[in-house]
Structure formats: structure tokens, C-alpha cells
């Protein structure tokens, strides 16, 4: 099982890395940006733009095809694009159709091929119906404000971005009336470049390919072409997933712990944690220096358990401070350049989901903690694991374990660690003992609190 997961996570590894690798300071970098805007495309495009700056690239060209797509996409797109620090550039090649138009606008460039177009974004519901008067007043409400924020970032007329959804906004630039009201905007390449009082509409320029934009627009450099590596789908179900890995994580070492001698439950938690952290690799979200942070928390809180129970907290607590944060920094989406701390903003999401994953793992430890002992599947386990020389009360009757004085107060120490689980010693006699959760260091003294038939519940008594 673990050669598998390891070779997966280095192929996976090597395919992501390799977009920083063939990058080179000063190179134009040319992103295809075709087919349905998805959220697989926006992990696409987040993980090559931090790419890009990192290592120092000149500008990115986005060569658009595109007929729309998912309008939660194209606004999550519209943000990484908003938030680049070196220029970026749109070529129209073909369509730049409804969510693709609120793409382009949010770059600084846009250019076109001679026969193109771009507009059309009009909200509309899968099925291709209008939305419902309420629900479609309020979508291009929302929209208008984002589009038109965008537009004028990037140095583009709003009123033409407000047009391209909102088939009641006119456009007029001075006494000309460019678009009237009755229909959603859309533009050809040669009215989107037409000069109005000597700024074009919208576009930059036409171009009849990608070496001809770079040369129109002045841009000099080695052009490098990325494309999508065939894992962004999954690393955005494994992103949105997110919680429920991190309570898969959680409860398989809690049950790693909590059940001797089982070691599926920690195979589980190491699969969710090494899926956890991945899919945000490759979503361009973290890097290994995030796993290094998690595995050195673990080992603080393994130290901890194993070495110091009972005697000190300074481990554990680094240890959970470690490991809550290594969680928290894989799913900030921090870009270069930015300030180390995170901002509250940028924080929120992930505190959530992280949030929903703790109260749920709590909620559900709760619950196997109170009755996981009496299950046939843990004292299976609990049976197999190595006893210690010496007599046993495990088994006796209920009438031998009462006369032998082990009744509720009755005092002993642990001969092993109670995980919870284990062996004490009551005089001269060795006892299997369970504790009701917590975890015992060995020679800690502890009192018998229950007895039922076999079973010999016990806590501290230090």
C-alpha cells in the first residue's frame, strides 16, 4: 500500500513541479485557456500564474477559446488574474464568449484574432432559460459591481463590461452612442479595437497569432507554452474534500492510539493527510515545506506520548501548534510577494473548514471513545497484543476477580502504557485493565473505578 501512494505522490510531484522548472527570468509564458471555464481550470491557472512570478517571468499570455462556463469559476479566476504583479495579456483566438469576456477583462492586454469576438454574458441557468426575475436582478447586480471593479483595474471601459451582461446598460462614450439598450454587447475584432477619441474601444490590437501579439505589443523574450498536466480535476475534488480528509486524518490516529495492535486506522490517516496535503500542492496553494512542518509536528506529539506522558506538555503542545498550522498554511492562497502573515481575509475559509473538520472529529472521538471498549472488534485486538511474564486475572470469573479485592477503589500501578489498554499490577497479580479513554504512562498508580466480568476499568490515581 505504501509504495503506491509514495510513487503517486512523486509522479504528481514532478508533474507541477516542472512548470517552475522550464520557467526562466524574463520569459513570455503562454497559458491556453480553452474549453468550459471549471474549477479544474481555475487550479490550472492559479498554479501557473504563482509559477510565473516566482520565477520571474516577463508577462503571461492567456490565448483564450472559450464559449463560457461556471459564472463561480470565471469570479475565482477574475481574483487570481486581478492579483497578478507582472502584466498579463489576453488573445482572443476565436471566442472569448459570456464568462470568458469577464476573463479577459480582468487582464491588463487584450488582443484579437481577425475573426473573433467577445461578449455575450448574459447569466442563464444550465439548462440555457433565463434566470428568474428575482435571482437574475440580483446576479447582475453582483456581477456589474465585480465587472466593472475589474474593468477599471485593468484600465478598460466599465460601461463596456457592464454591457456584456446587462442587456438595459447603454454605452456612450462623449456624444456617440456605441451600444443602445435592448441586448447584451458583443464586439467583433474590429469594433472592439476602433478608436474612439483616440483609445481604442476595448482590445489593444489584432493579431494573427500569438508571435505576432508579442511583437505588436513590445514584448521580447523566450516564449514557453504550459499546459493543464491532467490533474487539476483532481486536485480540486481533493480540495473540496478538504474537511472531510482532515477528519479522515484525525480519527485514523486517534484509532491508531486508541485500538494495540491495529495498524490499518494509521495506514487511513497517513492516505488522508498525504491526499490533504497534495491536492493543495498541486492546486498551487502549498509546497512540501507545508508537509515538513506537519511530519515535524507529529514527531513532537509522538515524543510526547511515548517518552514524556505524565511528565511534560512542551512537546505535544509545539507539536499541535505545528501541526494545526502546517494544516491552515496549505490552504491559505498566499501569492509572491505578499506579506508572510496571512491576512484575516485570507484566513477565514480555511479556519473554517478546519473548524468543521476538529468539531466533527471531536464529536465523533466522543462517541468512540465511550463505547469502542466494549466492542468485539477492539478486544480482538486487544487479546493479540504481547503480555507481560507473569499470572493473569484475564478471563477469571467475575466471583475470583471480586475476591481478589478488585472492587471499585481498589489501588494498583500500570505495569504498560494504557492506551487505553493494557497491563497493572494489583499486589501480586497481573491484570488486562481499560482505561475509558485516556492514555496512562506505565508505572503511573491508578484505581479501579469498574468491574464487569472481565473487564477492569481504571483510571489515574497520580
Same mark, same amino acid.
Given at each position: 500500500?505504501?509504495?503506491?501512494?509514495?510513487?503517486?505522490?512523486?509522479c504528481l510531484g514532478? #508533474?507541477?513541479?516542472q512548470?517552475r522548472?522550464?520557467?526562466h527570468k524574463?520569459?513570455?509564458?503562454?497559458v491556453?485557456l480553452?474549453?468550459?471555464i471549471?474549477?479544474s481550470?481555475?487550479?490550472?491557472? =492559479?498554479?501557473t500564474?504563482?509559477a510565473a512570478e516566482?520565477?520571474?517571468a516577463?508577462?503571461i499570455i492567456?490565448e483564450m477559446?472559450t464559449?463560457?462556463?461556471?459564472?463561480?469559476?470565471?469570479?475565482?479566476?477574475?481574483? *487570481?488574474l486581478?492579483r497578478?504583479?507582472?502584466?498579463?495579456?489576453?488573445?482572443?483566438?476565436?471566442?472569448a464568449?459570456?464568462?470568458g469576456?469577464?476573463?479577459?477583462?480582468a487582464t491588463?492586454?487584450?488582443?484579437?484574432a481577425?475573426?473573433?469576438?467577445?461578449?455575450?454574458a448574459?447569466?442563464?441557468?444550465p439548462?440555457?432559460?433565463?434566470?428568474?426575475?428575482?435571482?437574475?436582478e440580483?446576479t447582475?447586480?453582483y456581477?456589474?459591481?465585480?465587472?466593472?471593479?475589474?474593468?477599471?483595474?485593468?484600465?478598460?471601459?466599465?460601461d463596456?463590461?457592464?454591457?456584456f451582461?446587462?442587456?438595459?446598460k $447603454?454605452?456612450?462614450?462623449?456624444d =456617440?452612442v456605441?451600444?443602445?439598450?435592448?441586448? *447584451?454587447?458583443?464586439?467583433?475584432?474590429? $469594433?472592439?479595437? %476602433?478608436?474612439?477619441?483616440g483609445?481604442?474601444?476595448?482590445?489593444?490590437?489584432?493579431?494573427?497569432?500569438?508571435?505576432?501579439l508579442t511583437?505588436?505589443?513590445?514584448l521580447?523574450g523566450?516564449i514557453?507554452?504550459?499546459?493543464?498536466?491532467?490533474?487539476?480535476q483532481?486536485?480540486f475534488?481533493?480540495?473540496?474534500l478538504?474537511p472531510?480528509?482532515?477528519l479522515g486524518?484525525i480519527l485514523?490516529a486517534?484509532l $491508531?492510539?486508541k485500538?494495540?495492535?491495529a495498524?490499518?486506522?494509521?495506514?487511513?490517516?497517513?492516505?488522508c493527510?498525504?491526499?490533504?496535503f497534495?491536492g493543495?500542492?498541486l492546486a498551487?496553494l502549498?509546497?512540501?515545506?507545508v508537509?515538513a512542518l506537519f511530519?515535524l509536528?507529529m514527531?513532537?506529539?509522538?515524543?510526547?506520548?511515548?517518552?514524556?506522558?505524565?511528565s511534560t506538555i512542551v512537546f505535544?503542545? *509545539?507539536g499541535?501548534?505545528?501541526?494545526?498550522?502546517?494544516?491552515l498554511?496549505?490552504m491559505?492562497d498566499?501569492y509572491?510577494? #505578499?506579506t508572510f502573515?496571512?491576512?484575516?481575509?485570507?484566513?477565514?475559509?480555511?479556519l473554517l473548514?478546519?473548524?468543521f473538520a476538529?468539531?466533527?472529529?471531536?464529536?465523533v472521538i466522543?462517541?468512540l471513545?465511550?463505547y469502542l471498549?466494549r466492542?468485539?472488534?477492539?478486544?480482538r485486538?486487544?487479546l493479540?497484543?504481547?503480555n507481560p511474564p507473569?499470572?493473569?486475572?484475564?478471563?477469571?470469573?467475575r $466471583?475470583f476477580v471480586?475476591?481478589?479485592?478488585?472492587t471499585?477503589g481498589?489501588?494498583?500501578?500500570?505495569?504498560?502504557?494504557?492506551?487505553?489498554?493494557g497491563?497493572a499490577?494489583?499486589?501480586?497479580q497481573?491484570v488486562?485493565?481499560?482505561t475509558?479513554? %485516556?492514555f496512562i504512562?506505565?508505572?503511573?498508580?491508578?484505581? *479501579?473505578?469498574?468491574t464487569?466480568?472481565m473487564r477492569?476499568?481504571?483510571?489515574?490515581?497520580?
Amino acid at each position: 500500500m505504501k509504495v503506491p501512494i509514495f510513487v503517486l505522490i512523486c509522479c504528481l510531484g514532478v #508533474e507541477t513541479a516542472q512548470a517552475r522548472d522550464v520557467i526562466h527570468k524574463g520569459d513570455i509564458i503562454v497559458v491556453p485557456l480553452r474549453g468550459e471555464i471549471s474549477p479544474s481550470l481555475l487550479m490550472f491557472l =492559479r498554479r501557473t500564474e504563482k509559477a510565473a512570478e516566482s520565477s520571474g517571468a516577463l508577462a503571461i499570455i492567456f490565448e483564450m477559446d472559450t464559449y463560457g462556463g461556471r459564472l463561480d469559476s470565471a469570479a475565482e479566476i477574475t481574483n *487570481v488574474l486581478n492579483r497578478a504583479t507582472i502584466p498579463t495579456y489576453t488573445f482572443i483566438n476565436s471566442n472569448a464568449g459570456s464568462a470568458g469576456s469577464l476573463i479577459a477583462l480582468a487582464t491588463e492586454h487584450i488582443y484579437m484574432a481577425p475573426v473573433s469576438a467577445i461578449g455575450a454574458a448574459a447569466p442563464v441557468l444550465p439548462t440555457g432559460e433565463d434566470l428568474p426575475l428575482t435571482e437574475r436582478e440580483k446576479t447582475i447586480s453582483y456581477w456589474t459591481a465585480l465587472i466593472r471593479s475589474s474593468a477599471i483595474k485593468n484600465g478598460h471601459n466599465p460601461d463596456v463590461g457592464e454591457a456584456f451582461m446587462n442587456k438595459d446598460k $447603454e454605452v456612450k462614450i462623449g456624444d =456617440r452612442v456605441i451600444h443602445p439598450k435592448g441586448t *447584451v454587447l458583443t464586439l467583433n475584432a474590429q $469594433e472592439a479595437t %476602433e478608436k474612439i477619441s483616440g483609445k481604442p474601444l476595448l482590445a489593444d490590437g489584432i493579431a494573427a497569432s500569438i508571435i505576432d501579439l508579442t511583437q505588436k505589443a513590445g514584448l521580447k523574450g523566450n516564449i514557453v507554452s504550459l499546459n493543464p498536466s491532467g490533474f487539476e480535476q483532481l486536485a480540486f475534488w481533493i480540495t473540496a474534500l478538504a474537511p472531510l480528509l482532515l477528519l479522515g486524518g484525525i480519527l485514523g490516529a486517534y484509532l $491508531e492510539f486508541k485500538i494495540p495492535g491495529a495498524t490499518l486506522p494509521g495506514i487511513i490517516s497517513a492516505i488522508c493527510f498525504a491526499l490533504f496535503f497534495l491536492g493543495h500542492y498541486l492546486a498551487g496553494l502549498a509546497g512540501w515545506e507545508v508537509v515538513a512542518l506537519f511530519v515535524l509536528g507529529m514527531t513532537l506529539v509522538l515524543i510526547e506520548i511515548l517518552f514524556f506522558a505524565h511528565s511534560t506538555i512542551v512537546f505535544g503542545v *509545539v507539536g499541535i501548534f505545528l501541526i494545526v498550522a502546517s494544516l491552515l498554511w496549505a490552504m491559505i492562497d498566499r501569492y509572491p510577494g #505578499e506579506t508572510f502573515f496571512p491576512t484575516g481575509q485570507m484566513l477565514a475559509m480555511p479556519l473554517l473548514k478546519l473548524f468543521f473538520a476538529m468539531i466533527a472529529a471531536a464529536i465523533v472521538i466522543a462517541i468512540l471513545a465511550r463505547y469502542l471498549p466494549r466492542t468485539g472488534l477492539y478486544r480482538r485486538f486487544a487479546l493479540i497484543t504481547s503480555n507481560p511474564p507473569g499470572p493473569s486475572l484475564a478471563g477469571a470469573p467475575r $466471583e475470583f476477580v471480586t475476591a481478589f479485592a478488585l472492587t471499585p477503589g481498589a489501588r494498583g500501578s500500570a505495569i504498560t502504557i494504557l492506551r487505553p489498554s493494557g497491563k497493572a499490577r494489583f499486589a501480586d497479580q497481573v491484570v488486562d485493565v481499560v482505561t475509558e479513554g %485516556e492514555f496512562i504512562a506505565a508505572q503511573t498508580p491508578i484505581t *479501579v473505578i469498574q468491574t464487569d466480568g472481565m473487564r477492569v476499568v481504571v483510571k489515574s490515581s497520580g
